[in-house]
């Protein structure tokens, strides 16, 4: 049992809490746009382009009673081109949100960012969501950009915000 929260790499015993922490903010809310709860086996794919170092990171917070949140960064598109550019995202369990969590935790993959050939990292935040905007705005992003209704969720459209945030690695 651990006493404080620590934040290391993700590994592969971490795929189920990962995905139980991200399936109730797609059926609970607008913040991702996927529509149907995953099963750990079919973010199987997803969980194994992660590495311990890199640009394409996964990141845990764990808690004396399992896993609080993840933090992850991802190729922004597939394009050679792209490469030193990442999507970022954060996720917390609904009892660890609003205890500073998600700054440590983020902020911990941003400071590993750092030290990887990343020039860019972009987050795209479905509004409104204010506790995500300001996170965004404390760990350095700057707005980018509105895609205006880019989504359609719990019947209706949502505008999605771009965000950036510049690195001096790349």
Do not use: C
């Amino acid at each position: 049992m651990l006493d404080a929260p620590r934040i290391r790499p993700a590994r592969a015993e971490d795929l189920p809490a990962v995905t139980e922490i991200l399936n109730p903010y797609i059926l609970e809310s607008h913040v991702t746009f996927d529509l149907e709860p995953h099963a750990p086996a079919a973010r199987q794919p997803w969980f194994d382009g992660f590495g311990e170092r890199g640009p394409h990171r996964l990141l845990v917070l764990e808690g004396p009673d399992g896993l609080l949140g993840y933090a992850a960064s991802r190729a922004f598109r597939p394009k050679p081109a792209y490469a030193s550019s990442v999507e970022t995202s954060v996720y917390l369990r609904a009892g660890a949100v609003g205890a500073g969590h998600g700054r440590r935790l983020y902020g911990a993959l941003l400071a590993a960012l750092e030290a990887e050939p990343v020039h860019r990292a972009y987050a795209f935040l479905a509004l409104p969501n204010p506790a995500s905007v300001a996170l965004h705005a404390r760990l350095g992003f700057h707005p980018a950009g509105l895609l205006r209704e880019a989504g359609f969720k719990l019947g209706r459209y949502w505008d999605v915000a771009v965000y950036e945030r510049e690195f001096t690695g790349a």
